[in-house]
């Protein structure tokens, strides 16, 4: 089984309806990152968590890690067909957080915005 | 533009073949990560640079994978007799420095595809 797994795998949604994308791991989340990836090309970073209960905006992207930290949520507001693509979830998790910087991604939610 | 280079960004090989791809990370940055992706997975961790020194390899990275970054800053990774099981996308990341705080900001990757 996937270290971290998201859900859902895939998401379909009209223009302008608001979605939430989740995070789960079985080990305590240290350094959480999220990204967006469009099909064939890297990642895009979009934020990264560090502490339990923290909660970041971009635009309209909010991204939360939960108290017990081995959880996070994505969550767009209001989406827009620029939303479409890969969102990966990367966690440094074999280290416990001891400054290793290896990442462990989950296998990804593919978002379909539909105008 | 994340600031990290690949070449090539698409290779065709024939099995058997030797295939060798580059990465230039973000120039100052002293960590430098090689991942690999197959189609509707998330990215899995090959092997990392401090510097000059490779730091770890995961057991992905079987003895026909050679990865070397000679002066700290570009760096390449070498398969030697590709097979069919090695076609995916190979993305390269850089970070400040090491460490579950530090930001990984990948390339656009390099796709291989081996007939």
């Known amino acids: 089984s996937q270290e971290l797994e998201q859900s859902p795998q895939s998401l379909i949604v009209q223009e302008g309806k608001n979605l939430t994308i989740n995070c789960t791991s079985s080990?305590?989340?240290?350094?959480l990152y999220w990204y967006k990836q469009k099909y064939g090309e890297g990642l895009i970073f979009l934020m990264m968590?560090?502490?339990?209960?923290e909660e970041k905006s971009h635009e309209k992207i909010t991204a939360k890690l939960d108290e017990k930290k081995q959880q996070s949520s994505l969550h767009i507001t209001a989406s827009q067909p620029s939303h479409a693509g890969i969102y990966l979830c990367?966690?440094?998790?074999?280290?416990?957080?001891?400054?290793?910087?290896?990442?462990?991604f989950g296998q990804g939610t593919i978002l379909t915005v539909h105008p | 533009d994340t600031g990290v280079s690949q070449d090539p960004r698409h290779k065709i090989t024939k099995r058997g073949q030797n295939v060798t791809f580059r990465c230039d990370p973000i120039s100052e940055h002293n960590r430098l990560y090689w991942y690999r992706q197959t189609l509707g997975q998330g990215p899995e961790f090959l092997t990392y640079f401090q510097n000059e020194a490779q730091l770890e390899k995961s057991r992905l990275l079987s003895d026909r994978f050679s990865a070397e970054r000679p002066k700290g800053s570009f760096s390449t990774l070498e398969i030697q007799r590709t097979e069919q099981g090695d076609s995916a996308m190979y993305l390269c990341a850089s970070s400040l420095g090491g460490g579950s705080q530090e930001t990984q900001y990948f390339g656009p990757g390099t796709r291989l595809l081996v007939l």
């Open positions: 968590l560090q502490k339990g209960g």
């Open positions: 080990k305590t989340l240290y350094g």
């Open positions: 990367g966690a440094d998790i074999e280290a416990g957080g001891t400054s290793y910087g290896k990442l462990t």
